[in-house]
């Protein structure tokens, strides 16, 4: 006998029945404003040809590393799951790959992306009966047959999800030949770019030699002096701000900063390209350029957000068959007092720069986060980022930030997602979760209503839009005007 497929209208309110008609009036208010999608890392491809999603497996298991981290975790082989490794596609069947997907969906109970599932099938897809072993081939079947039409290609489906701007991420080595065609196509879907840098500032990235050829051929400069270095990133800023780019995002191990005099840090690069660089010498490097592109924002206006705190590529047999992003990138503790200092202490007071703050390190929220953001005026803290980007993690940020740095010292929501299909069930689920926290103070007497309504609206959909500076006409709409 199948499950039912419910979506409970009342899914992450409180228990209380005085408290929940609180989140409910505020939902209400929320639940069908646009969404603003300011970092994440959908491909810009699809939006270029809106050519038809493949199947199932190809669009919601193999992309998806919140799904198969948790199947490989039980032992089940990438390989039996679609995921491409480095040589190349997958070889698996991808009904096959469905199926023991489906007939693994009890692993997913109690977890974000039980949630995002259920919306996905559920609001998306309209199933009604719940993905499981009996039902895996009728999931199959139904997906693919909608996917094969027009209603269901990806420009359709980010109208239909009502997305006012998303952006996409990619690396100074990237041509930006899709954002081009986006914006040469005459579609109205606002797809932007953000500026990545990290395989040209890490020396570490298994793709930096390569890289950094790719970096001189498309900025025109000697990439491998100090000088020609610093102009390419300003010339490779400038063609991503031309294709949307509002911002740049580091992806860095820690939150270190440094701030060396120029004849130092033209030093430690010569030792960087010389390929002999220690790992003290390449953390250094990197904490040297997050100063220097926050003096380039500063200059150029893009928004920089820094995403600090993540062992990246932890499994290193993985990393050697499948490549980074497999899911095997595992959170460490982060300092951030000391590692931005440097930084602050040439920037921390302008207000023409803005700088972003994720952490994968909730011991942190309180005891340095919301203090810094609740100080210097280039800070604001994002949201609950990655392993935290649930229920629980999203209070705790609330509950451990609020009293020290406010809501006005936080940027909204970002779903940070490759999961195309799931980012209206993220941003619902952040909502959800806002407007509960925003109940329970109405409720104590800690805000008017009237208060708690305006802030849904600005956490919802105010805040990341001016955070990430949205409220701006595209680039394409000012110089045509």
Not at 314 to 322: P, T
Request: charged share 25%; hydrophobic share 45%; with cysteine.
């Amino acid at each position: 006998m199948t499950r039912p497929l419910i979506l409970n209208d009342d899914r992450l309110f409180p228990v209380e029945a005085g408290v929940r008609a609180v989140a409910r009036r505020l939902y209400g208010l929320v639940k069908d404003l646009p969404i603003i999608s300011p970092h994440g890392h959908t491909d810009p491809e699809w939006f270029a040809t809106d050519a038809s999603f493949g199947n199932a497996t190809e669009l919601l298991l193999a992309p998806d590393h919140y799904l198969y981290r948790m199947l490989y975790s039980q032992g089940i082989a990438l390989e039996e799951l679609g995921v491409p490794s480095k040589d190349g596609p997958s070889k698996a069947d991808p009904r096959e790959a469905w199926r023991v997907f489906a007939a693994h969906q009890h692993l997913f109970r109690g977890t974000p992306s039980a949630m995002w599932l259920a919306h996905v099938f559920s609001s998306v897809f309209g199933f009604e009966v719940a993905l499981e072993a009996s039902t895996a081939d009728l999931y199959y079947d139904a997906i693919n047959d909608k996917l094969a039409t027009d209603v269901f290609r990806p420009r359709a489906l980010f109208e239909r999800f009502n997305i006012e701007a998303l952006a996409t991420t990619e690396s100074p080595s990237d041509d930006l030949v899709h954002h081009r065609a986006i914006r040469a196509s005459g579609w109205g879907g606002r797809v932007i770019t953000a500026y990545r840098p990290d395989p040209v500032i890490d020396a570490e990235h298994e793709q930096f030699p390569e890289a950094m050829r790719r970096f001189a051929e498309l900025s025109g400069q000697d990439v491998w002096s100090w000088k020609g270095y610093l102009a390419a990133h300003r010339i490779r800023r400038a063609a991503f701000a031309e294709m949307g780019a509002t911002s740049t995002d580091h992806g860095h191990p820690t939150a270190a900063t440094a701030d060396l005099s120029a004849s130092e840090a033209e030093a430690l690069f010569k030792v960087i390209v010389s390929g002999a660089a220690t790992p003290a010498q390449a953390e250094l490097f990197r904490a040297q350029m997050l100063t220097e592109m926050a003096a380039m924002s500063l200059d150029d206006g893009l928004v920089m957000q820094i995403h600090p705190g993540s062992f990246r590529n932890h499994n290193a047999r993985l990393f050697a068959s499948h490549g980074r992003d497999k899911g095997a990138d595992i959170p460490t503790g982060t300092d951030y007092v000391r590692a931005l200092k440097p930084l602050l202490d040439r920037f921390g007071n302008e207000t023409r720069l803005s700088v972003i703050l994720f952490t994968l390190d909730e011991t942190a929220y309180a005891r340095e986060l919301a203090p810094l953001a609740g100080h210097y005026p280039v800070l604001k803290l994002g949201p609950a980022w990655w392993f935290h980007d649930s229920p629980e993690g999203m209070r705790r940020f609330r509950e451990q930030t609020t009293e020290t740095a406010g809501f006005y010292n936080t940027v909204g929501f970002n779903d940070d997602t490759r999961a195309f299909l799931s980012i209206p069930a993220r941003h619902d689920v952040a909502r959800r979760v806002d407007c509960a926290f925003l109940a329970r103070l109405v409720a104590e007497h800690r805000m008017a209503e009237d208060e708690a309504a305006e802030l849904a609206v600005d956490l919802a959909y105010t805040l990341p839009k001016r955070a990430y500076k949205l409220d701006r006409a595209p680039a394409s709409l000012a110089q045509s005007a």
